[in-house]
Every structure is written in structure tokens, then in C-alpha cells.
């Protein structure tokens, strides 16, 4: 089979006449804005969509990037954490072209220009999707701006309006498809390479989701090109499979060329994500489903709140879907063979939300901890096809067919509001009755109208061309010729003649005919253009409406003293973070986000990624540090001296005012009606040398903060320093529970005898002697309630598993009360300790005597002199993720990893210079892919500037 290129009378080329795109451009924007006007979102008010992770995780990265001075800051970033690849990280968030313009605003202007991007990311999905769609179907129709502004205003967009680094890909992906038919059509695979460079660049994450998806979509293309005809000797032959092959070879190349370009993003992010917990997790190693089907399906019923948990996945884009999609199927204008594959593919991504090892392979061999369906957009974008292909090719839809697509419609929305096994009933608001009959009537008629138009201009072009065969006989022809019956050829062809002679023997009243052709035309054409502005409007209303939920609604914050916090954060931290020529960690007290310091460049503890690197997230865990989203997160506890000492903690910023009563040892050093400044007099810099007994340190799944913290003090002075000193507990009581008490305290639990009733455990203290105390605990859940004298004192539960509890007098009677409800089984365990900070004083002093005093800093380098008093370990606070070299008087070091964690090296005794030296680990070798993509593109793209230099055979050569 041979497809046959298009005429120019039958393209309609996506570039030329705008007008369709700045209607559906403008129909858009405004609802963008009916939006924001009303959630109060600014300018229309003081809210702002910075809010949940957009806030505490994205935008802090968006800042960041932002005020970077250098190429150095793109590749590292010590403003989380023990420092981190900020290269790997920008391609999980923050590769978006949309955050360029944050180059040029200050800082102060961000918040409103997010709201502004935002908004234009909505308007822009809409024109990518109108070109798809008209490059998909060759039509000029009203139906096809419905389907894009639809498309734009999908569930996925209200929901993931915050995850700013997926919504790129709403626009990218249509035009992506125009690639990838040009290409396998016209062989042309420029746009589609680029194009999938540049989705794979701006999200990874979301990128290979689509890979995937386009995997299935080429099968989509591909199957139609298999032909079955019937040869010269009358036999069914099947063809096709050389234009196939092309296809396929093209497909493959290409796309591997898009991976090549890509590979600066690829390489890195690879090896960073081998770094995480997520990549131990295992496969499912069974099938199975989440739920019935129809819970899915009932996902596409308007009024659907929005999903940000396991309970479906956002796939809604307009109610019409349920008519209009069936009619597709039923529609003879289209190919059966596309109607089928494409019916089977939005099959299997509907299964693919609803099944367990589908859900996994989508999700990047993972599964998320929320945010379920992060691919969903393209069922949506499927959808919107499906329903504008069928419609919009008005006058090949059949009334016969219409009706049929119309009944099967009907009958799937009555099953999906029915419910079916233990999804319940979902009930149907009188209003989208009503909307479903008007548009039902309205197809129809435009169906009817259509076929009377198509059927007149037959008679026309009968009665105008009386000796010409008419469509019917041709195609007759053409069977006849492929079954090379002679005789029975020529009896069809005198058949035909003879009805071409009646035909000019009856007169057709031609300018009437026209008339009604017209007539026709026009008709349907408003029948469809209503059922558009419908379509429009029941998108934008439940588009403005599911929004304004309360709960599982779209979420917004006060925009404008966001702003003020943002460029605060910047001001102050900026006169507390280290320079050229030293580095230290300066923490914000409170943080606002969870990653505070990437708003001022602080260079601090707190972190909130998808890219943590494992080890560091269980080593901060291990000792006591919060954890807000497993795997991925840490809230540094700056309360603890031998933390914030051994991690280089100088300054911390108290945004509250009242840092002050969470620490024994800092020092107030600056106070303003903005923050105030502690100082940590104790804090080591970022290496210094330790005992080799940190070589037997390591971390486990036990949490005993406190003890923890001690154990690894004393592994790194090389003796037992003991700066914690744990109390024995005067008395020990509890109500209402069964102890199975372990000395391990993953297994130290409490069984709840009476359910109706909570579980109450006390615990009391004799204080011995003036001092500063600390409580470790291992509940997770309940209240923990400490009282002394006439004070009472709060714990966090949870993810905290430390707390300073403040200074207390020898004899006080310290009395902490744990109380939990709700809960039947439950971890237990209680610690107090008191910090002996003379105990403390002795390790600081022995590990500074042994400091690497640092002379000059940048991100990716650091260097420093280092006195060694004999032959040992120097030990530098920093994340090894493969990256960090050590070189002592010019000369590579070996490093190892201690703690799990940090980066360890041997240095000589003596005076020394030491440099650290960061490259992102994948990144060379990644540029260097690119570099060959690109340049393999070009050559394969435009062959005729290198065709002209290949030499050429001379005829006239002997």
C-alpha cells in the first residue's frame, strides 16, 4: 500500500489563518481569568495559586535558578540537605522555558508573574491542540476550537495547576504528534525530534510518560498502512509492510536521535534517580486492579472533584464526550482500521490508570506517593480527537450512523452514572440533560443536513458532467478492473451508461439545487457551531465551578504577602550567607516552605525533592529530623548543638522571634523587626578530620534521635564524648494498654484494651541538676504534653522525633503525658536526656584543632589549608553522589563514603592544601551525546548541505 500524499486543495495548512487560533487563544484566556476573578487571584485580588508543593517545593527552586550568577549554580546547590545535584534536579522541575522570564523581574514581581505563566500555559494548550487537530482532520470546523478549548480547560489542568512542571507538556504534546505524522507521511522528522528533545528536556519525569505513550500512538499510525487487496491473478494478497518498515526504521532512529539530544538531561538525571529510595522499589509482582472501571469512567462526568489521592484520576473535559466520542466509531468518512486501533488505545489507557503494573510502568518504574494519573492529560487529549474527528467530518457521518453513535452514547452514560459492582450511583444534574438532548438533536440535524447537501451536489455534478462517472460507478470500475472479469465489466459499463442517459434525459433544476446545497450548508453549520458554544460552556463553567470547592477544589494563598515573604527571605538571608572566601550553613527559623533556603541562596538544611539522594534523607531521619513526604523530604531540627556543631550550622535566621527558646547554646548576634540572628559558636566548617572509627558507623532503621545523634559524636571524636546523658525515669504508669515492650523500638509497641477509649501513657522525671534536657520519642501519632512546676510544653508527633524541652532546676518534677486515640496497635518509647555542653566544648575543640580552613568557594569548588597532626581521615559534610573528587597539594585523592553518607579522604600529616571539586556525575559524556544528536539531525534533516560535497561520478571518466 502506497499512501498517497495530499493535494493541496485537500490540506489545510496549520500555519495559515490565525483567526481560528485567536479565537480559541482568546476563549481561553477569558475563562483563565473568570478563574482568577473568582478566586481572588491577583490582579482581581490578593490570592495567588502559590500554594501546597507550588509553594514549599517548586517555586523556592524557580527563585533559586533564577538568582543564579553562574553555570556553577546550575549544576550544585548547597541550599538543601548536604548539598545536591541542582542539574538533575532542574530536569524533574525546573527546565520549563516559561521560568526564563524570572530572569528578568525582581524578585518582588515573581509571584504575580507565576499566576500570569500560569494563565498563558492554559491559552497556549488550546492553540497547540487546535493544530493538531486540524492537521488530524482536514477540516474547517467550529467543533475543532470546542475540542481545543476544551482540552485546555481539562480536569488534569485544574489539578495540576500547581505542578507547573507538568503542564508544559499539555502544549508540547499535540505539535509532537504533528511531528511524528510529517515525519512518517513527508519524512519529515525535524519538528518531531525537537520537539520530543524538547518535552523530554522540560519535565523528564512527564517526558517518559509520553515516550511511552507515543510508542502506542505510532502503532495507532502504523497499523492502517498494513493493505488488503486482491492481485492480478484475483488472490487477496496483503501489503504494505515496505512502507511499514520505513516507518518504523524512521520512527526508531528519530527517536533515538530526540534521546541523543537529550542525553545532557538523561545521563545526569539517570544516575540521580539511582541515587533515590524510589529506585529499590520493587515491581509489582501481580496484576491487579484498584477498583471497578466505572469508577474511572465516572471520572469524565462534570462536577467530578478534583483527585489529588487514589480515588481516580483527573481525565474530565466536556460531558459531550459521551456522544460525540461513540459517533466517531460509526462515522464511515474514517478509516476502520484507525477507528478500531484508536478506540483500542483509549481502552488500554483507561486499563493502564486502573492496573497495578500499567500504573508502575507509566510512572517511571514507581509508584507515586500521590498524585495519582500524572500522564492522564493525554487520555483527555485522545478524547478531544476522538469526539472533533467524528463530528467535524460532518458530511461522511451518515444520519444511520449518527443515530447509532447517539443510542451507544446514550446507553454508556447511563451505565457510567449507574455505577456497577461497588462503585456507587452517580447522579446527573438536570442542567447536563438538558445540555446532552440539545446537542444529540443538533447532530443529528446537522448529519441530516449534511447528507441532503452531499446528495445534491451528486445530481449537480451529474447534471453538469452527464458523460462523467459518478463516484458510485467508479468505484464500481475499480472493482471490476481488480477482478479482471471482462465480460461482466463491460455489462456495468453499459449499466451505468444507460443510467447516465436518464439522468440527461430527466432535467435537473440546477440553480435550485445549489440553493439548497447552500442552504444545507449553512444549516448544519450552525447546528454545529451551537453545539461548540455549548460544548465551550459546559467545559468553562465546570472548569470555574470544580474549582471553588472547598475541599478537592483548586487551592489558592495570599499571593501578596507571599511576594513580601519571598523578597524578605531573599534581602535578609543574603547578608547572612557565606562568601567567596568561606562557606557555612545559615537555617531560617521558621522555614515558610520546605525549601527555605533556595529562596535566599543560605546554603541550608531543609529539602523537599523528588531527587533526594536516599542516604541522606534515611542519615537526617535517622537522627531525629522531620519528615514531611517519605523518601523525599527532610524539615531540619535546629534545636540540638551537636547537629548544627558537626554540620556547620553558623547562623540561623528567626523569622518568629523566639529561636531563642529552642537552643541551649546559639547567641543572639542581630535583632531587627525582620529577623533576628543567632550564631552557633560551635560550628565546625564543611571538613575537618574524624576517627577512623566513623568507618564502623552506620545507619539503621531504628529512630532513637538523641541516641543516635551521641552514637555518631562519639564515631567521629574516636572516643566516648556522651554530650547526652539519658535520665532514669522516677515513675512509669499507663491506662488502657498492653505493653510488649523490645529493646528495639521498631518492635516496642503498645496493644489498646478497650478501643472506645484512648491509650494514656505517663512518664516522670526527677531532674538532677541544672541543665539544658532533651525528650526522644517513638509515637506516631497522639498528643505528648510536658509539665513542670506552673509550665506546660507541646512535642510534635510525627515525623519530629526529638524536641529541646528547655532548662530546667535541679529537683524539678518533670511530667510528660502521652495520650492516643483511634488506634488499636501502636510504636512506643520515651527518652529524656540532659546535654552536658562541657562534654560538647571537649569534642568541638578536638575537631576544630584539625579544620580545613577555607580560602576560597564556589559552588562546585572548594579550597582551603589543613593542618594534620598525624596520618587520617578528614571528613567533609557533603552529600557523595558520585560527583566529588578531593585533591591534597594538586594530587587526586581516593575518597570513600562514611556514615553512610559524607565524602571521606586520607590525608598525610602536615600542612596541606585541599580542593574539592564537584562535576555532575553523567553530564560529560551526556553533552557529548547531545552534541553528536544534534549534529546527526542536521544531516539526516536537511541532506543537502552535505549532499553537494559528496564527490560525483563523471560520465566521461575512461
Known sequence: MKIKKLTKQQKIDVTKGASPYLIAFVISTVIGLILYKAKNIMPFGDQSILCMDLWGQYFPMYVQNAEADSIQDMLYSWNGAFGYNNWAQNAYYCNSIFWLIFKFLPVGKLVAALNWISLLKISFSSVSCLAFLKFKIKEKSPVLIAGAVSYSLCAYMLAFFSQCMWTDSLIYVPLLLIGLERMLRDKKPLMYTLMLALTI??????????????????????????????????????????????????????????????????????KAIGNTLASDMAAPSTISWYADMTAYLQQLLPGKPLSLGYSGANVATTILVFIMAPIYLFNNGIKISERIVNTLLICFLFASLNCNVLDYMWHGFHFPNQLPGRWSFLISLMLIYLCCAGVARIKQLHPIGAIIGLICGTALIVYVCKG???????????????????????????????????RSEKKISAAENPTAETPENAEVSEKNNNKKKESGKNKKNKENSDKNKKKTENPVDIPKLKKLVSIANTAAL????????IQIYDSGSNFVNVSQREIE??????????????????????EWTSGDDDFYRTISHSGFTFNPSMLGDSHGMGYYSSTMQGSVFELLRFLGNRVYAENVSTIYNPTSPVQNGLFGIKYVIDYNHNFGYYTPNSELVYESQEANIWENPTSLPIAYAVAESINDWHVTDEIRAIENQNNLLN??????????????????????????ESPNWNTNYFITTDGSQPAVLNYTYTIPSDGDYYLEHNFRAGTITATWDENEKDVPVGGERSDYLGKFSAGTVLSINVTVEDVS????????????????????????NQQLNIEEFNTTSIKGSLHKESDGLVMATIAQDGGWKAYCDGEKLDTIVVADTFMAFEVPAGDHEIELKYSVPGLSVGIIVSLAGIIVLILLAFPDLWKKYLPKNNKNAS
Not at 450552525?526 to 458554544?533: E, P
Not at 483548586?554 to 543574603?574: D, F, I, L, Q
Request: with cysteine; aromatic share 12%; charged share 10%.
Open 715 to 740: 564515631a567521629v571524636c574516636g572516643r566516648y564524648v556522651n554530650a547526652f546523658t539519658k535520665l532514669e525515669c522516677t515513675n512509669f504508669v499507663y491506662e488502657n494498654i498492653t505493653l510488649q
Open 825 to 848: 496497635i501502636g510504636c512506643c518509647g520515651l527518652n529524656v536526656y540532659s546535654f552536658d555542653e562541657t562534654a560538647w566544648q571537649g569534642a568541638y575543640d578536638q575537631l576544630k
Open 420 to 454: 456497577h459492582g461497588t462503585q456507587p450511583k452517580s447522579e446527573l444534574d438536570t442542567k447536563y440533560i438538558v445540555i446532552l438532548v440539545i446537542s444529540a438533536i443538533l447532530i443529528l440535524a446537522a448529519s441530516v443536513l449534511a447528507y441532503i447537501a452531499k
Open 526 to 533: 450552525c447546528c454545529l457551531t451551537i453545539v461548540s458554544a
Open 201 to 270: 528536556i522540560s519535565s523528564f519525569y512527564i517526558g517518559f510518560a509520553v515516550c511511552i505513550f507515543l510508542v502506542f500512538y505510532f502503532i495507532c499510525l502504523a497499523v492502517p498502512m498494513i493493505n488488503i487487496y486482491h492481485s492480478k491473478e484475483s488472490k487477496i494478497r496483503i501489503g504494505g509492510f515496505k512502507m511499514l518498515g520505513g516507518s518504523i526504521l524512521r520512527f526508531a532512529i528519530f527517536s533515538l536521535l530526540a534521546g541523543a539530544i537529550s542525553a545532557a538531561v538523561i545521563f545526569p538525571i539517570g
Open 553 to 574: 477544589g483548586m487551592p489558592t494563598a495570599e499571593g501578596v504577602n507571599y511576594a513580601k515573604t519571598v523578597a524578605r527571605n531573599v534581602e535578609v538571608a543574603g
